[in-house]
């Protein structure tokens, strides 16, 4: 990139299955507060705000105006992009190096408790030929799970690891929602939502928010004194017709993923990289989302799972915080997953600390079977 | 039914999709207050902005004008106040509460209240030649608490008063 653009600062509410005690903006602020103490700025001090919120889940057109006072944005340059948060940092970073504005605030929320989530996903199929059939993204998952598993030969036992490990590692993360002791035995029995999905293998309804400031490279040093840069940033869609795309595979995180790499000057992932947080609705994406990634081949992702490499103090940990099956929402997940980078790469992720951690690679998806990706390497 | 066409023309057809999404919206603890004052004691309370003093109505945490932090001081609002800004609204306007259309016509104003706070409500007044900016109103409120419980919504209409 041109110019570096550094992270100052990120914040967290816990994840939370019903935060009825709050509203939007009020939820928005817990994250918004937090990065406000840190860096000493104010709203006044912030020159634009990029937000992602999702107006069918707000039940609100322009749903940034949920949050418009708590962002600063009165009278001020807001932008609400689509897709997960992670696409804010993205649209954030771009404005930074516009060089028009210095510091911006980003900020991602969600109240999955407030609508039907079915109804809700069902709404972001085409209207005429895919809506009519009632199909969700847990319904497509399912298919696609099927899909990856058929042409790959990929267990259920292999998926049902990572619902184990990722809940295992939220016990380490105050701000997760659902850590559990759970084993391989509890998933495989728990109810069957569509098959090959089961609850357990599913993440649960979560509300929470996330909110980061980012400015220039050289604000960043007038700020804070552990600043996390922008290493390299992109994102991809796939088609949204399920009939268009081999669903087995994810091109368009590979694609996103390395535009990334390329950026951040990533040759060898599994070598370059220390650790990764990933957004896995479902068990078994995190084994494909680690294939699209490039840390093990196409139908690989059982066998790398198999290995340990991706346990806390294996080669790459994958999700110490728990990650979205340990309760996070959609469309903050991806900031979240930023937000763990964050913590990691300064050395203050307390007991899920990966010892040494310098390149973190963040990952935000959206839509059915992951139709868009986001992908992006932070480092000191 | 569309009509049957020639095989080499198209067929233009609409798709119908009717299943409502309903929502469960938190009112949290600024909002909630307000929703709390207005039912039980059929009273008007906004919260202040610290640096500017104004009256916040929606209250909430942060002054959009300021951006900053409100805090928790409240005071309640006058409920009587000058008519800014009226229309008369004729079109079928929703209720999205049921799903209904509102009663016809339904003048509509912005309201200058006592302190200063503005604020949105329908006019008791239906009949346009007497309705003026700078005409005098009060709150009336749904009279049973049983009724009450919808926000703003629990007053009924401003009624023009004298002075």
């Known amino acids: ?84 948060g992670l696409n804010a940092v993205f649209a ?6 516009s060089g028009h504005v210095d510091v911006v605030l980003v900020v991602s929320h969600m109240k999955e408790s407030q609508a039907e989530k079915a109804l809700i996903e069902n709404a972001a199929m085409e209207a005429t030929y895919l809506r009519e059939l009632g199909l969700d993204f847990l319904s497509t998952a399912a298919l696609q799970a099927k899909r990856y598993m058929y042409k790959y030969g990929i267990t259920a036992e292999q998926c049902a690891k990572v619902a184990v490990q990722n809940r295992a590692n939220a016990k380490n993360n105050p701000l997760a929602q659902a850590p559990m002791d759970i084993t391989v035995e509890d998933v495989l029995s728990s109810k069957i939502l569509s098959t090959p999905i089961r609850a357990l293998d599913a993440k649960p309804v979560s509300d929470g928010a996330c909110a980061m400031i980012l400015t220039s490279g050289k604000r960043a040093k007038k700020i804070t004194k552990k600043p996390v840069y922008v290493m390299g940033i992109s994102n991809c869609y796939e088609a949204h017709s399920p009939g268009e795309r081999e669903l087995a595979d994810c091109n368009a995180l590979t694609i996103a993923a390395n535009k990334a790499y390329k950026m951040a000057g990533i040759k060898n992932p599994l070598k370059d990289i220390d650790v990764v947080e990933l957004s896995e609705e479902y068990s078994y994406q995190q084994l494909m989302w680690l294939e699209g990634l490039g840390f093990c081949g196409k139908g690989e992702g059982g066998a ?26 959609n469309q903050v997940s991806g900031l979240a997953a930023a937000a763990e980078c964050v913590l990691q790469i300064r050395g203050q992720a307390g007991d899920r600390q990966v010892k040494g951690a310098k390149v973190g690679l963040a990952h935000g998806m959206t839509g059915m079977c992951g139709q868009h990706q986001c992908v992006m390497i932070l480092g000191k | 039914m569309a009509e049957k066409k020639k095989k080499s023309e198209p067929e233009y057809i609409f798709v119908e999709f009717n299943t409502p999404r ?22 008007l309370y906004a919260n202040q902005c610290p640096k500017c003093k104004k009256m916040l109505w929606e209250p909430q945490v942060v002054c959009g004008r300021c951006k900053v932090e409100t805090g928790w001081k409240w005071k309640e609002l006058p409920q009587r106040g ?22 016809n016509p339904l003048p509509n104003a912005m309201i200058e209240m006592d302190d200063g706070t503005v604020i949105r409500h329908f006019l008791e007044e239906t009949d346009e030649k007497k309705l003026k900016e700078g005409m005098r109103v009060e709150a009336v409120w749904k009279e049973n608490e049983e009724d009450r419980g919808e926000g703003t919504a629990d007053i009924k209409f401003f009624r023009t008063i004298d002075k």
């Open chain 1, 1 to 84: 990139m041109a110019d570096r653009v550094a992270i100052c600062s990120a914040g967290q509410t816990k994840y939370s299955p019903d935060r009825c005690d709050v509203r939007e903006g009020d939820l928005a602020y817990e994250a918004i507060r937090q990065v406000l103490d840190e860096t000493g700025l104010t709203l006044s001090d912030v020159d634009s705000a990029v937000t992602t919120s999702q107006d069918f889940w707000d039940g609100r057109t322009i749903s940034s105006m949920n949050i418009q006072a708590v962002v600063g944005a009165h009278l001020s340059h807001e932008d609400k992009v689509a897709e997960d």
């Open chain 2, 82 to 103: 000058t008519v800014m800004q009226y229309t008369f609204i004729v079109y079928p306007m929703w209720d999205p509460h049921y799903g209904e259309k509102f009663a």
């Open chain 1, 304 to 329: 790398f799972m198999d290995s340990g490499r991706t346990k806390m103090g294996g080669k790459i940990p994958v999700n110490p915080s728990g990650g979205m099956l340990s309760g996070k929402p």
């Open chain 2, 22 to 43: 309903k929502y469960r919206w938190s009112t949290g603890p600024y909002v909630g207050k307000m929703y709390h004052e207005a039912r039980m004691n059929k009273k």
């Open chain 1, 92 to 97: 954030a970073t771009a404005q930074i190096l």
